[in-house]
């Protein structure tokens, strides 16, 4: 029997000393292999590890109006939580201020839940713990935040309260819908991604307004592996646009009140200055349901744009000396027929000057035809020449160029260019007929409509000036100008005046040009619907602003629609002392007109940066040619350092921390130092900077 037991137990132990063998044999197997047999492939998984790299998204850069508030900005929101199976939860602590802390609740958010409300979903919470995380607020503030976190049981350490925040980061426009769609919307992903703009400014400019991502690297500390930034993102620029909060106000509320009583179905408004071509304002407000909200930026897209383009058909006119005296009559009448042309403005003979006030279909007909009706497609070229095509890059995501078919010599081609001509059979955006305006108002200086006014960089100290930028120096002469806005004057205050009986203002004399154009149906056809625009620009003497307003179906003519949102916009601005016009209408006493563009062609501010890579940036984004590129003042390690191109706060600080006692001449950024960059010096010699703008 005692034999037996023995047997069993040296069995036993033999079974186990064979399993202890079988398990050191495979670890040692094991051991071998990973270190010895595959040590490289793991050598490299480890090594991938360390070399793992991720992107580290930089700070979008503010959109600013023209004085810099802020239009659009990141800024960083926290959702609120608590974790109930944190490891040192405390009950007790938790229960004893479980009535102070729902009060608190209840007065940082009054109408979500009573004290008695937030001490039930509490308590159901903490007893139950169904969900180890229970929200208590989402979409908070940092100053929100921080005051729930001094609330009773909340102020404790998150290991004992288990309270946290889980931060993210919003784009938020302080002035709501203002201008929200010229503006623009971005991406919602951040994590994989970035936030990039999908439409308005934010889409046009994301190139400058993303920045430069940054790298994180992955290290080995003593006892982790930890992420270290390796390569800092770059932050976006700051953008400071044209857009005037004021104006702007002013706009968007004047056209949605004449939206909403002529039950349009949607209208744009662009408001520009004709000096510089800064777009001060834009609207765009669409119909839906029973109100009007920010729509399609029909500001840049292409419509027939009725007879406001026979002012533009009539400049070609005059540049092209077809026109010369516009007080000399020509035949006209009421039916054209050799070309099918009717007019319900005509009369038997009128003169240029009635063609446009009478908004004559037939006059201006004959009057592109009596050069172009042996090449018709002589009159795109034409257009061509003078730049009507080229793209503003204006910085309004999706702007669209003007289209105009190039015609053959058909007689089909040769209708058409009589459509052509009072503003049929064409595609082009409000925009550029209103820069073409603008050029009128401006003696002709044809200025690059645009949004962005100035650039910076957080913790740069240089600012990059958006110079004003020319599509023609001279889209015609001054003389041919003149003649022009004469034109558009007697629209509005002549006694046959389209316009004379709705935009006529007492306080600011307007100057412009109705349209409208009948919509195209699916198949082709013309339907009932029009669009109605209005064209101008004001004060009449010294023109100041140009505008243009289109709205389509709105139940009145264009005068008495676009026509009015004009002048109300004129009027307000007038009110609000935004218009410096004492004005006076009597002929007798009209002062000299002023000439509009205050900055001379040849004196425009130039673009300045000391990065080539970044100028061409500039110039590819933003249309600007003219610029000027100087030398960093970092690159000179030696002798006198390299100022031109910084402002003069700059240079001073620059040049007087290396010891040279520093004079100036002129305004503006530096441009000429007497003292060559590189050369030695003694301290204290003198050094005299040239400055212009």
Request: a positive charge; aromatic letters at 8%.
């Amino acid at each position: 029997m005692k034999t037996t037991n023995k047997q069993h137990i040296l069995l036993r132990y033999l079974i186990v000393i064979g399993m202890i063998l079988v398990l050191a044999i495979m670890i040692v197997y094991n051991m071998v292999n990973i270190s010895v047999v595959h040590s490289q492939e793991w050598n490299d998984k480890a090594d991938a590890l360390l070399k793992l790299e991720t992107k580290l998204e930089p700070e979008r850069g503010k959109i600013l109006s023209d004085d810099g508030r802020v239009l659009a900005a990141n800024l960083n929101y926290y959702t609120a939580r608590i974790d109930w199976k944190v490891e040192r939860f405390k009950s007790e602590e938790f229960l004893k201020n479980l009535d102070a802390l729902c009060d608190s609740l209840a007065a940082f958010m009054p109408g979500k839940k009573t004290a008695l409300q937030w001490k039930k979903d509490l308590t159901e919470q903490f007893n139950a713990k169904k969900s180890s995380v229970y929200p208590l607020f989402t979409g908070l503030t940092h100053s929100q935040f921080v005051r729930l976190k001094s609330f009773p049981f909340l102020n404790l350490a998150r290991n004992y309260s288990g309270f946290y925040s889980d931060p993210y980061v919003k784009r938020v426009k302080p002035f709501g819908k203002m201008a929200a769609r010229s503006i623009g919307n971005i991406s919602e992903e951040v994590r994989h991604e970035g936030q990039h703009g999908r439409s308005g400014l934010e889409m046009a400019l994301d190139t400058l307004l993303y920045g430069v991502p940054g790298v994180n690297k992955r290290i080995q500390l003593t006892n982790k592996i930890v992420d270290w930034e390796s390569t800092p993102a770059v932050p976006g620029y700051d953008i400071t646009t044209t857009i005037n909060v004021q104006m702007q106000d002013i706009v968007e509320n004047e056209l949605y009140k004449i939206c909403k009583e002529t039950d349009a179905v949607w209208g744009t408004c662009v408001l520009m200055e004709v000096a510089t071509g800064e777009i001060k304002a834009i609207s765009n407000l669409e119909r839906n349901g029973g109100d009007y909200y920010e729509g399609v930026n029909n500001a840049v897209l292409g419509y027939e744009p009725g007879s406001v383009m026979k002012p533009i058909s009539m400049m070609v006119a005059l540049e092209d000396g077809i026109v010369g005296d516009i007080n000399t009559p020509i035949a006209t009448g009421s039916v054209w027929g050799k070309y099918n042309v009717s007019d319900p403005h005509g009369a038997a003979a009128l003169s240029p000057r009635q063609i446009i006030e009478m908004s004559s279909n037939i006059g201006i007909s004959k009057i592109i035809l009596r050069k172009y009706e042996s090449n018709p497609a002589g009159f795109r070229e034409r257009l061509e020449q003078m730049g009507f095509f080229e793209p503003f890059k204006s910085g309004i995501g999706g702007e669209q160029e003007p289209v105009i078919a190039k015609l053959g010599h058909a007689n089909a081609d040769r209708v058409a260019l009589t459509r052509m001509a009072y503003g049929y059979t064409t595609l082009i955006p409000p925009l550029h007929t209103l820069a073409i305006y603008n050029a009128i108002a401006n003696d002709g200086k044809y200025v690059r409509p645009h949004l962005v006014k100035k650039l910076t960089r957080p913790g740069s100290n240089v600012d990059s000036i958006v110079p004003v930028t020319y599509i023609r120096k001279q889209v015609c002469s001054p003389e041919n100008a003149e003649k022009l806005r004469t034109m558009l004057h007697d629209v509005v205050w002549g006694n046959r005046g389209t316009a004379r009986k709705w935009v006529q203002d007492e306080n600011v004399e307007i100057a412009g040009k109705t349209g409208t154009a009948y919509t195209v149906r699916n198949d082709g056809t013309y339907s009932d619907q029009k669009r109605l625009a209005f064209c101008g620009f004001f004060p009449y003497n010294a023109p100041k602003y140009s505008c243009i307003v289109l709205m389509l179906g709105a139940n009145r003519g264009a005068a008495a629609s676009s026509g009015v949102v004009l002048k109300n916009v004129a009027a307000k601005m007038y009110a609000r002392g935004l218009l410096d016009v004492n004005s006076n209408y009597d002929d007798s006493s009209t002062p000299k007109r002023e000439t509009a563009s205050k900055t001379p062609f040849e004196k425009v501010p130039t673009f300045y940066h000391n990065n080539q890579a970044q100028v061409r940036r500039i110039n590819k984004f933003l249309g600007v040619t003219q610029s000027k590129v100087f030398s960093s003042k970092a690159q000179g390690t030696s002798g006198v350092p390299n100022v031109r191109g910084l402002s003069i706060r700059e240079a001073v600080e620059c040049l007087e921390k290396v010891g040279l006692d520093v004079r100036f001449k002129g305004v503006g950024r530096v441009v000429g130092q007497s003292l060559a960059a590189g050369v030695s010096f003694n301290k204290g010699a003198i050094i005299t900077l040239t400055l212009a703008s």
